[in-house]
């Protein structure tokens, strides 16, 4: 490589490349190798054996149930491991090979040595990234074979666990070839080492940070506005392939491969075109292409002063604390990351007009969510137009059934909120959420950050088949405002239709319930009623409902009886199997406190029955 050859075909160029560094990095894919089979295949050959042989000596198992046990110590040990342990030195390792492989690009008497070789660059670059893929996909293949052959030796199925041993082996395989096209990209776009890591580092965390702060930021400034963070993981980490190389060991599915293939080979081909365009000049100098930088430089300010301002206006409670709090953040923000690219402040007046495009988008962006986006915060069904309104509040229960319902495997199924179709239903939710509506106008307009991530939500199911949810949070700081709030959701709570939605006694069968348990200071007493108690039992709490249910000054006077239903429950009411809809199974469902106080027909049941000595 240190004199000149001639190679007549890009073919034989990029072979030639290829060979030469892969042979300099060889002993970095024996390195990898070693890491890899220490922390994956090794560790399950001396945790397995032992595993088995502990089930081998159970008398009580069945050997399907062992092979059960000891693929799930094999799986739970792989889905803890290889995001944590493997995914990780995955990711180092790409960018320890980018600094390897494409360095040359950052400095002078190098970069002059291999442009003066008679290759093309793109062969050049292609054989770099090819050698520097081959170092980190050959150990992967090696020890899940060895992994493979672990799972076949003990009659594990490959495919056990959330994700399957070859699933997660092709992902790692994705992710790393998408982490080091991405180093490379960047690497390409710098002018030093130092460039190349800091835009590396800015993309995968400016990107989730800003994607995040401009959620929460609409989430406490929208009022009937709630955007789930948690469920808008895979857009959060869109363009930070170091973020997504965990997602899918977690449940983030969906496009997440489609759109990594795509992008994968978009930073290929744009990394062959700007190195084909980049001066040999760039080495050393601030930066070889300076979109990056100005992109990252955005990134940051951005959310750096969203952050500082959602604190100033948490402090404050005011729009003025808030609005400061932007513009200190983001300008200290902005100054800190030119001065870190540009090594000083020569460049900082240069930047002025970068840090004018950040006030003049959030200046946009902030008009549009402080006035409540297009009307969105003022948009009320009329109750004409509505078909059903599901009301799902903290204010209905603070005591009483359980309203979360799971399948036979103890898997969530959804949340027990009452359903109101009845005309004075319809027309009283659509009155309170007009009525919420001008207690937020009221607070102050145009919106500040100030509301709470409420749970209270109104879902409409309009006639023409649209589907419309509210999410009404409460101002935090107001202790009147927030007590106006709970006077408009009481209007709700009243209504019979609301309450007998809102508890699972409303749909269950006496024979659902196991037995009841009576607590008296620390000790506690359990019956199981008789078929015809259970039935008076359920009739009498549903009487009591809600009166004995929500909080007031009387609680310390009530008893308590607390009612634990059957470990698997087949639904037979119409009221329960419409809510379940398509689900057909069994269901599960925790135990209920309920209260009662002396005289009520519950407290009449239990001294007749005697339960109370």
């Not at 150990?139 to 899940?144: A, I, K, T, Y």
């Not at 109101?420 to 207690?439: C, F, Q, Y």
Request: a positive charge.
């Amino acid at each position: 490589m240190t004199s000149k050859i001639s190679f007549p075909e890009r073919w034989q160029e990029f072979c030639r490349i290829y060979r030469w560094s892969l042979k300099k990095n060889i002993g970095m894919m024996a390195l990898l190798t070693v890491l890899l089979f220490i922390g994956l295949p090794m560790v399950l050959l001396v945790q397995l054996p032992n595993s088995y042989q502990s089930l081998k000596t159970a008398s009580n198992m069945s050997d399907a149930e062992r092979l059960q046990e000891l693929a799930r110590t094999y799986e739970g040990y792989l889905h803890t491991v290889v995001p944590v342990f493997a995914a990780s030195l995955l990711l180092l390792f790409a960018i320890v090979l980018c600094i390897r492989l494409f360095s040359y690009m950052q400095n002078k008497r190098s970069v002059d040595l291999f442009h003066a070789l008679p290759v093309g660059r793109v062969p050049m670059l292609l054989g770099h990234w090819c050698a520097g893929l081959t170092v980190l996909i050959v150990p992967v293949l090696f020890n899940f074979g060895i992994l493979a052959l672990i799972a076949a030796a003990y009659g594990i199925p490959a495919s056990t666990g959330s994700i399957g041993l070859a699933a997660a082996m092709f992902w790692l395989l994705l992710m790393s070839a998408t982490a080091l096209t991405f180093c490379m990209f960047m690497a390409v776009c710098s002018g030093n080492t130092i460039d190349t890591m800091l835009s590396i580092l800015g993309v995968n965390a400016g990107f989730p940070l800003l994607l995040i702060s401009c959620m929460y930021l609409i989430n406490q400034t929208v009022p009937g506005m709630n955007i789930p963070i948690k469920n808008h993981i895979s857009l959060i980490a869109l363009l930070a392939p170091f973020v997504s190389a965990y997602l899918p060991f977690f449940g983030v599915n969906g496009w997440f491969l489609p759109w990594w293939l795509f992008l994968t080979a978009a930073m290929l081909a744009g990394s062959c075109l700007l190195y084909r365009r980049r001066k040999s000049e760039g080495a050393e100098d601030q930066f070889a292409f300076p979109i990056p930088k100005v992109v990252i430089r955005f990134l940051l300010t951005a959310s750096g002063g969203i952050w500082f301002g959602l604190l100033l206006c948490a402090i404050s409670n005011s729009f003025v604390g808030f609005l400061l709090g932007v513009l200190v953040g983001s300008a200290v923000v902005h100054v800190v990351v030119e001065a870190i690219y540009s090594r000083g402040f020569r460049h900082l007046k240069k930047s002025i007009a970068g840090y004018a495009v950040f006030v003049g988008v959030f200046a946009v962006f902030y008009a549009v969510i402080g006035t409540g986006c297009f009307g969105y915060d003022t948009w009320v069904p009329n109750a004409s137009e509505v078909e059903s309104a599901t009301v799902d509040t903290g204010y209905s229960n603070y005591y009483g059934g359980s309203k979360e319902i799971y399948d036979a495997n103890q898997q969530f199924l959804m949340n027990l909120s009452p359903v109101l179709t009845s005309a004075d239903g319809l027309k009283t939710v659509t009155e309170v959420h007009r009525n919420i509506i001008s207690l937020y106008r009221s607070d102050g307009f145009p919106y500040y950050p100030h509301l709470s991530p409420g749970n209270d939500k109104l879902t409409y199911k309009l006639k023409n088949g649209k589907t419309v949810q509210r999410t009404l949070q409460y101002p935090l700081g107001y202790k009147q405002t927030y007590a106006k709030f709970g006077n408009e959701f009481k209007k709700i709570i009243s209504l019979s239709e609301y309450q007998q939605g809102n508890d699972i006694i409303f749909f269950i069968e006496p024979n659902d319930i196991q037995s009841i348990a009576f607590y008296n200071g620390n000790d506690s007493k359990t019956i199981v009623p008789n078929d015809s108690a259970k039935k008076e039992l359920l009739d009498g709490l549903k009487q009591n409902y809600p009166k004995n249910i929500l909080e007031d000054a009387k609680d310390a006077q009530k008893k308590k009886i607390s009612v634990d239903f059957k470990k698997e429950i087949e639904p037979k009411s119409a009221k329960l199997k419409q809510r379940l809809g398509s689900y057909n199974g069994k269901v599960c469902l925790y135990s209920g406190e309920y209260r009662y106080e002396s005289g009520d027909v519950v407290d009449q049941l239990v001294r007749k029955m005697g339960w109370d000595k």
